[in-house]
């Protein structure tokens, strides 16, 4: 290890450790010294647009476990009203065009089609882009809240230490696992809407949290 006045510690190699909110991680500084390849280390929080971003949002605070699930989106609402803005300016101005032609019918039938466009958009994405699943495990309970960018709409309790994770595994390769959280009296899927890469993450998430892991297919899974 060096010291650096001005950088803090570096590391001749980069240390093993995950980069995630609240973590250390490393940045490889090349240019320090001739020959010498050092890494500093610091800490990183997300900003509030990146902690929306991200699938799989972990922390931990004072023995309690807060997973955050959000879908991964290949665009956000911002993009997306950008793109219905752009569809609207090209309907309107052919629309205008045939108008000036004499067909008037163009302009209202125009309208309807952006319309319908954007409500359809907002219904979908908009929806998408905020909606999250919020999973709280204390000591005592393991909460569960679902809601779309505000006050969580809906909640659910599990009780502790009953409360554990139970996987579907996929019967076909194109199937994906299923995320139940239970104890002795109810049950709930979680992260339906994440992709593969996203519930491998939420399950490792909910597992690094001290929750038990059940499958409906335990030999598959059991370790040696």
Do not use: N
């Not at 995630?20 to 010294?33: E, Y």
């Not at 990146?50 to 699938?55: H, N, R, V, W």
């Not at 399950?203 to 040696?224: I, Q, Y």
């Amino acid at each position: 290890m060096r010291m650096s006045p001005s950088k803090g510690p570096y590391l001749d190699k980069p240390p093993m450790l995950p980069a995630g909110p609240g973590v250390v991680i490393a940045r490889r500084f090349p240019m320090l010294a001739p020959g010498v390849r050092s890494w500093a280390v610091r800490t990183w929080m997300p900003s509030q647009s990146d902690a929306e971003s991200i699938m799989v949002l972990s922390e931990t605070r004072a023995g309690t476990t807060v997973i955050t699930l959000r879908p991964h989106l290949s665009a956000d609402w911002r993009q997306v009203k950008r793109f219905m803005a752009l569809i609207a300016a090209v309907v309107f101005v052919v629309a205008a065009a045939w108008s000036a032609a004499g067909i008037w019918l163009a302009l209202p039938f125009a309208g309807l089609e952006v319309g319908l466009v954007c409500f359809l958009m907002h219904r979908v994405c908009f929806r998408l882009s905020y909606l999250y699943q919020r999973i709280t495990i204390e000591p005592e309970r393991v909460l569960i809240e679902q809601g779309v960018r505000g006050p969580p709409r809906r909640r659910w309790e599990l009780s502790r230490p009953d409360a554990h994770l139970h996987v579907i595994l996929p019967a076909r390769s194109v199937d994906l696992p299923r995320l139940i959280l239970r104890d002795d009296e109810s049950g709930l899927e979680v992260g339906a809407f994440l992709h593969a890469e996203g519930r491998e993450q939420a399950r490792r998430a909910l597992r690094g949290a001290g929750l038990m892991e059940t499958s409906d297919r335990w030999w598959e899974t059991a370790g040696p």
